[in-house]
């Protein structure tokens, strides 16, 4: 199996430059996994590399798509397998945790949509009760409020008889090292970041979507539909820093969640442990799987 590099971690907790150097150094290229950067127009507000960052190293997956068009996660994992099967030594970089394993390994992913519609005007008691009838051993283990969750295990009852989702197996000789940062480090990273994007561009850049004539409230993308509100004079500029910055520490609180329980990380923690360790990790695996 092919070897491949992923370097992931929660948002604000330095993957880019760390990513660029490691990158550079064992001459390999770059598969963005952070599915906000694959927007155009989403720069300040994503945190999105620049040219000038890049520093000559091949970035694929990025800045491609319009801030509107629909691209789930089955064309990334068909995509991003075509580019690696191009690549000689693979970076995947970002914090899109199920973006990640749906590609590094054979999750099964269907290529239609769900049909929410059907369920549109049902409670989440009602949809909760499909899934006691169709799968009660997983309702059970599934909080009736969180519908996504229930909907994608009716949809799998469906489909297979069997709401339990199989454990993926890996299609590449992996190393997934996960960045970390103490949490108020990364807590104070997080806040200090949205400031300073708040204050250098990014409601400038929203300013600019709405001139384009994209609908800010459209946009999922974390922060757009709140500097929205602002523009609208609905919160007060003190008041946006504070909605964004505790919207993405719970984003960084659930990235965590993921990689803690949903993949084999090698956890190097950016406060304790210098660079040079993640260096050798990949130097060996790369050794080990040549």
Not at 5 to 17: E, L, Q, Y
Not at 109 to 133: A, H, V
Not at 185 to 199: G, S, V
Request: hydrophobic letters at 35%; glycine letters at 4%; proline letters at 3%.
């Amino acid at each position: 199996m092919k070897p491949l590099i992923v370097i992931t971690g929660p948002t604000a907790v330095g993957k880019t430059s760390i990513s660029i150097e490691l990158a550079k150094h064992f001459n390999g290229e770059i598969i963005n996994a952070d599915a906000s950067q694959m927007r155009k127009y989403l720069n300040v507000g994503t945190a999105k590399i620049t040219t000038e960052e890049m520093d000559n190293v091949p970035h694929h997956l990025i800045d491609f798509l319009d801030p509107n068009e629909t691209f789930s996660i089955k064309d990334f994992q068909d995509k991003g397998r075509q580019i690696i099967d191009n690549i000689e030594t693979p970076f995947i970089v970002g914090g899109s945790g199920l973006y990640i394993q749906a590609l590094i390994t054979d999750y099964q992913l269907d290529d239609n949509p769900r049909n929410e519609e059907e369920f549109s005007n049902l409670s989440n008691e009602d949809l909760y009760n499909i899934l006691l009838e169709l799968d009660p051993i997983t309702a059970n283990k599934t909080h009736p409020n969180n519908r996504r969750r229930v909907l994608r295990y009716i949809e799998i009852a469906r489909s297979s008889g069997d709401a339990i989702p199989k454990n993926p197996e890996d299609l590449y000789n992996t190393l997934v090292i996960c960045l970390s940062r103490d949490r108020k480090a990364l807590y104070d990273n997080i806040n200090r970041r949205c400031l300073y994007m708040l204050e250098n561009g990014w409601i400038e850049e929203c300013i600019n979507l709405k001139e384009m004539g994209y609908d800010l409230a459209k946009i999922k993308d974390i922060g757009y539909q709140d500097i929205n509100q602002f523009l609208n004079n609905e919160v007060t500029f003190n008041e946006l820093v504070n909605i964004i910055s505790q919207k993405q520490r719970r984003y960084a609180k659930r990235q965590m969640t993921w990689f803690r329980n949903k993949m084999n990380c090698t956890f190097i923690d950016l406060e304790k442990e210098e660079k040079e360790v993640v260096y050798k990790l990949i130097d060996d695996h790369l050794k080990a799987n040549s």
